[in-house]
């Protein structure tokens, strides 16, 4: 009798149904296990016309971009149906951002998701957007819903300025949280004024920074035009993507793998010791949309 050789994808295929099988005779319900075998999903989109000649983003090709994103990340095919799947009248929502004066959250992204959470049904008096002002915000203060928009960039303390540590102005003391190359950042959404309230997060990948020295660092050479959002509601898996990008970057730039100074371990924290998230690239589902070319992933 010939002896059937398995290849990996049989072999994974197989074994996949006979855990499930297993599962389903020990009576868990398959629908969980399904969930738990789902990968964690990434959005990213992009677009070579989102910057005008001088650099400047276009409202109206965000919005666009926006849209896709968020039909993309809610599976829903009319991108109105999947804001509104997202927030409710009732909501109060901030949207928080980052106001760093050589890479900020550009208004266009800002006004952007703005328009989107009032055309899902919210009143324009129940929507804040803020950066450094959150802890004084009556809006963030009574928030029930929030959404982390930023700009990713290299960081003097973090090793990069991602959607995790945007978070760090919801306490009194950030510098607090700068130890050890700010491992723990994770930690500030477990906070009352932020846990649980994240329905988007988008790390904007329009001119990233790849590399910098010193605090507050800043080089027109070390940003480039991607024409990118970075879009989930997973903000660790978000960030472990942009985080590869930059790497890949890097490398392309200083033609050698060159690590972050400092190494940007909260990141990978966040999912091993604080399990805010996955930060596994096996574990995360890159879901292209729109220009692919040089996309350095």
Known sequence: MKKKIFTRREFIHDSSLATLGSALL????????????????????????????????REEVIRKMLDNAVSAITGK????????????????VGIKTNAWQFIPTPPQVEQSIKKGVLEAGIKESQIGIDDRGVLKNPIFQKATALINARPMRTHHWAG?????????????NPSDYH?????DLATIWNLPLVKGKTRLNVLVMLTPQFHSIGPHGFSPKHIWSYGGLLVGVDPVAVDSVGLRILQAKRKEFFKEDRPFSPPAKH?????????????DPQKIELVRLGHAQDSLI
Request: with cysteine; hydrophobic share 40%; proline share 8%.
């Open 267 to 279: 990141i990978q924290l966040a999912d091993t010791r604080h399990h805010l998230g996955t930060a």
């Open 160 to 172: 990069v300025g991602s959607l995790i540590k945007n978070y760090i102005m919801f306490v009194p």
């Open 26 to 57: 020990l009576g868990a319900p398959a629908g969980l296990l399904a969930q738990a075998q789902k990968k964690t999903q990434v959005i990213l989109v992009r677009d070579k016309d989102v910057l005008d000649p001088s650099g400047k983003p």
């Open 77 to 92: 095919s009319d991108p109105l149906e999947g804001w509104k799947s997202l927030f409710k009248p009732a909501d109060v």
């Open 179 to 183: 130890g050890d190359s700010c491992a």
